[in-house]
């Protein structure tokens, strides 16, 4: 299994990226795809997750303009993000929960996206 993102580059503030991570190889069945970033000298942090019956959730700091969505018959989860700010600068992962023996589920991470944001 392979997590492949993409979407990433240098923006000002104020505009818009898309992110999308697509999921590929022996894949049964998708549960939770989710985004995370992690900016230089900080730890990993959660920004957005999307679980397979529908539900999402964000966090605090990009509720409102971040939007997850994914669309399951291609195994790819998106990550629109609006009004970017410089604070939002930070490499983008992907994790997904895929399972490829309809038993149990792992988690699986991309390669990672830069953002990066200028004022």
């Known amino acids: 299994v392979q997590l492949q993102a993409s979407g990433g580059g240098l923006v000002q503030a104020g505009k818009s990226l898309r992110l999308s991570c697509a999921a590929s190889g022996s894949i049964f069945s998708i549960n939770a795809m989710d985004w995370y970033r992690q900016a230089p000298g900080k730890q990993r942090e959660l920004v957005a997750n999307?679980?397979?019956?529908?539900?999402?959730n964000y966090a605090d700091s990009v509720k409102g303009r971040f939007t997850i969505s994914r669309d399951n018959a291609k195994n790819t989860v998106y990550l629109q993000m609006n009004s970017l700010k410089p604070e939002d600068t930070a490499v983008y992962f992907c994790?997904?929960?895929?399972?490829?023996?309809?038993?149990?589920?792992?988690?699986?991470w991309g390669q990672g996206t830069q953002v990066t944001v200028s004022s």
């Open positions: 999307s679980h397979s019956g529908g539900s999402t």
């Open positions: 994790n997904a929960q895929i399972s490829t023996n309809r038993v149990s589920f792992q988690g699986y």
